[in-house]
């Protein structure tokens, strides 16, 4: 009876360590694919903005002419600076942020994260009405930090 026990307690542990084992690897390889995706998704803000666009029944032309008129800089400035304003901004993800430049281009209004106006009008719509004075306070040093990257 020992011996079953014994065995029984071995084989138990053994089939706990490997499924752990399992499930640490698993984890690690998720992790490892999200911030993979977040920089896949970061590196074409525009074509994000075309594709949204497009399938809100804005034709290809004229959803690369919104684009390209709201973000005349290059891809890696535009993104720079949304990721500035990111940091900043509590609870508001990627997505979030494109879903809002979309309505933006929608109605023909080019948004310029070096504007202090332009994120404050953004905060207010996905934060709410109400801004605290930190925030504001770290949104006037991005719109600071985001010009002079536009001088660059």
Known sequence: MRVKVFIFGTLFLI???TLNAQLLVREGSVAAEESTAGFLIGCNVQDDLKTRLKERGIEDMTAQHMVER???ENNVITMLKMQNYLNVMERVDYEMLINEIIIELLFGTAVDFSSYDTLVSLAQRLHGVHLNTVLLE???????????IKTI
């Open 15 to 17: 089939g706990n360590i």
């Open 138 to 148: 770290k949104l006037v040093e991005v719109a600071s930090v985001n010009q002079k």
């Open 70 to 72: 709201s973000f005349n």
